[in-house]
């Protein structure tokens, strides 16, 4: 009868296959092609917005297109997910990287799973739509769901994180080809 492993052994060897895994996906998606903006007028008004209190959501920008779409905008630092019949399905707050997107019209070019930040934080749910500065620019949550850090002094991170809940709503609306447009 031959030997049996400890459940121990198991683990370790699951663990170190999740981890190849992992790192394979994120070196695919970092190879991956991102596409650049294409010119959109951003909403004048956008910055002038109050911010939004939990009984009084906040508008999609005008300007921000029409259709199935995420929006991303700069100076509200936050998110909306609109279907096609141009309903708000849900909309927050996000924690912007020191690289952002010009303002303009992308798509979701590759989604990974789970992988390490540039910060060293273990994120997830990782949509990759922009690149700017040889940075690629991608929404993402931090796997124990904390907000990141500071960016680092001098450091060039392109990760626009938010509340483990949102990455999950946008990971699940988000799939390859997903209109993203990003507003002022």
């Known amino acids: 009868m031959p030997a049996r492993l400890p459940s121990w052994a198991w683990v370790t060897g699951l663990t ?14 970092d190879r991956g092609s991102h596409p650049t903006a294409t010119s959109a007028k951003p909403s004048s008004t956008a910055s002038a917005k109050p911010t939004p209190t939990a009984s009084a959501p906040a508008k999609v920008p ?8 995420v929006v991303y905008s700069l100076g509200e630092k ?13 909309t927050f707050t996000v924690w912007p990287g020191s690289v952002s997107p010009d303002p303009g ?14 910060d ?11 690149a700017k500065d040889g940075v690629s620019v991608a929404f993402s949550n931090a796997v124990d769901g904390a907000s990141p850090p500071p ?32 507003v002022r």
């Open 16 to 29: 170190v296959g999740a981890i190849a895994a992992v790192t394979v996906l994120g070196v695919q998606a």
């Open 105 to 118: 019209s992308y798509t979701v070019s590759s989604r990974n799973a789970a992988t390490t930040g540039s």
């Open 151 to 182: 960016a680092a002094s001098g450091g060039k991170t392109g990760g626009v994180r938010m509340k483990k809940a949102d990455g999950t709503a946008l990971w699940a609306f988000g799939t390859v080809g997903t209109t993203v447009t990003v």
């Open 62 to 69: 005008d300007g921000s297109g029409t259709g199935r779409r």
């Open 78 to 90: 936050r998110v909306w997910l609109v279907d096609a019949s141009e309903a708000t399905r849900r």
């Open 120 to 130: 060293g934080v273990q994120i997830e749910h990782i949509l990759y739509f922009a």
